[in-house]
């Protein structure tokens, strides 16, 4: 599973530098594209992707040991349920595709949003599939196969590169004046990655030996209690949702370039968040719910911080790169084929904003791992809400006093102080609920991490100021140079420091350094 995600997750980032080189970085048609691709995702979130982990997967393996069939006809009622719903949504999204365009992307031109409601009309079918591949590999999973979901994303993303590619090679257009073939090739094309991937999950639920049947009535599954359930997860999933829409409609004020900006930018920044924290928040969350269980609150407390010490002392110099080399990395990822410079540039800035973002928005997310594990999801849920209403405000700001072009740049900032409003709320709340939440120890940490972090950059900065501005390959040279001596000064002051957090990393993921 870990090999199957670390490879969808690489080719969901090659995805997005295909269709930035072949669609063109800057202009108007990726802007379009990005964000009629981006509505069906949205709008399964906020109907189903939410409740999915939460409620769907729990019910399905308590249905699995108490059922005489083991679960079986429940996972078919479920299935079919999800089928009907999903079904007779996107019939309505698709009708809608106007005022959804017009929602995400008021500062659009005509043309654009002409093209945007063609585009989300081949798109919004992806709701369905979505929602099928999502319940079929929970389906999957509680039948202890995990192989097939991981590795399904893969097949999404090789079919959107395929396409990427035939469309730089037969050198389509990059405005919104496509043709006919030029406009089948990409809608049908990246819809087909999706309804690939679900017809790949749903081979293997049948080849598991699960008789795959639709019923017509889909009742006897309680959904009166999944509505219950499912209520404080819908009110934090509608809050994520409107602070995306509030951030994309502010970024659509910003010009040719501005939503594709903001969400590359915003992809690169939640690598080293999926591949660090997110284990993390994975390895802890069953621990920490068994000590909350048996009420050991102490426990529960050094887990915590243990897990934002951990993740602090990777992430910490992580958002100093980018702050530092936000504009270096973007010509290097983005700086090719018929991207516009100007727009990388701007991407680059907009990466250098999100290095704010990345050290409160981890710790918020290992925090609220702390209410899950005490099953408070209505508090967790309230505090998103005030995350969302903090991060709207921003956007609203920066769409207002900024000029034009740095209005998506503002959106990080934004997004930095909502999140740090979310991580002292959280962290006050935990005090109150566990007693303690390791104050002291964490703000020592901090403080060393800091002053590590300042060491590694100020040797990264004179790399980088010795180099100056330069070609794509004195650009990957320099990054390269930055990165090598900025992570060689972060170990050296870390040791200096006696970084006990970073010493026990090393440690564990290179025994040969037992002498750190």
């Given at each position: 599973m870990a090999v199957a995600t670390l490879a969808s997750r690489v080719a969901g980032f090659l995805r997005i530098l295909v269709l930035a080189a072949a669609l063109g970085l800057g202009g108007r048609l990726l802007d379009t594209y990005n964000l009629a691709n981006t509505v069906p995702n949205a709008v399964y979130e906020l109907i189903v992707g939410g409740t999915m982990a939460s409620i769907v997967v729990p019910l399905l393996t308590r249905a699995a040991l108490r059922e005489p069939d083991g679960g079986v006809l429940y996972a078919q009622r479920l299935l079919s349920l999800i089928v009907y719903v999903l079904g007779a949504v996107t019939v309505l999204a698709v009708v809608a595709a106007p005022l959804l365009i017009d929602l995400y992307a008021p500062g659009f031109t005509p043309d654009q949003r002409d093209l945007a409601i063609v585009f989300s009309r081949f798109f919004l079918p992806q709701i369905l599939f979505y929602g099928v591949s999502a319940t079929t590999g929970a389906i999957l999973n509680i039948r202890g196969r995990f192989a097939t979901g991981a590795w399904a994303p893969l097949v999404n993303s090789v079919i959107v590169i395929a396409v990427g590619l035939v469309y730089l090679a037969i050198g389509g257009a990059t405005g919104t004046g496509l043709t006919t073939g030029e406009l089948l090739l990409l809608a049908v094309g990246?819809?087909?990655?999706?309804?690939?991937?679900?017809?790949?999950?749903?081979?293997?639920?049948?080849?598991?030996?699960?008789?795959?049947?639709?019923?017509?009535?889909?009742?006897?599954?309680?959904?009166?209690?999944?509505?219950?359930?499912?209520?404080w997860v819908l009110v934090a999933v509608v809050?994520?949702?409107?602070?995306?829409?509030?951030?994309?409609?502010?970024?659509?004020?910003?010009?040719?370039?501005?939503?594709?900006?903001?969400?590359n930018a915003s992809a690169v920044y939640l690598v080293?968040?999926?591949?660090?924290?997110v284990s993390v928040m994975t390895a802890m969350l069953p621990r920490l719910s068994e000590y909350a269980a048996r009420g050991e609150?102490?426990?529960?407390?050094?887990?915590?911080?243990?897990?934002?010490?951990?993740?602090?002392?990777?992430?910490?110099?992580?958002?100093?790169?980018?702050?530092?080399?936000g504009p270096t990395v973007a010509v290097v990822l983005f700086d090719h084929g018929n991207s516009d410079p100007?727009?990388?540039?701007?991407?680059?800035?907009?990466?250098?904003?999100?290095?704010?973002?990345?050290?409160?928005?981890?710790?918020?997310?290992?925090?609220?791992?702390?209410?899950y594990a005490l099953q408070d999801t209505r508090t967790s849920a309230l505090i998103t809400a005030l995350v969302a209403a903090v991060g709207?405000?921003?956007?609203?700001?920066?769409?207002?006093?900024?000029p034009k072009r740095d209005i998506v740049i503002g959106i990080p900032v934004a997004y930095a102080v909502a999140y740090l409003a979310g991580l002292i709320v959280t962290a006050l709340v935990l005090r109150r609920r566990l007693g303690h939440i390791d104050g002291w120890r964490l703000v020592r940490t901090h403080l060393r991490v800091l002053a590590a972090t300042a060491a590694g950059a100020g040797c990264a900065g004179l790399v980088l100021w010795v180099t100056g501005p330069a070609s794509w390959t004195g650009a990957l040279l320099t990054l390269l140079g930055a990165v090598a001596a900025g992570g060689a000064g972060y170990l050296l002051a870390g040791r200096l420091m006696r970084l006990a957090e970073l010493r026990h990393l090393l440690n564990t993921a290179l025994p040969g350094l037992r002498t750190w």
């Open positions: 990246t819809t087909a990655g999706v309804f690939a991937q679900a017809l790949l999950v749903v081979w293997a639920l049948r080849r598991s030996g699960f008789p795959i049947r639709l019923h017509l009535d889909p009742r006897g599954i309680a959904i009166r209690r999944i509505g219950k359930l499912g209520v809050a994520s949702q409107t602070l995306t829409a509030a951030a994309t409609r502010a970024a659509s004020w910003g010009g040719a370039g501005g939503i594709t900006a903001f969400q080293p968040f999926a591949v660090i924290a609150h102490q426990r529960v407390t050094v887990g915590l911080s243990r897990a934002v010490r951990t993740a602090l002392v990777v992430m910490a110099p992580i958002a100093a790169a980018f702050v530092l080399l100007a727009t990388v540039r701007v991407l680059g800035l907009v990466l250098t904003s999100f290095g704010l973002t990345l050290v409160p928005f981890t710790s918020y997310m290992i925090l609220q791992r702390g209410l709207v405000a921003g956007c609203a700001v920066a769409g207002a006093v900024l």
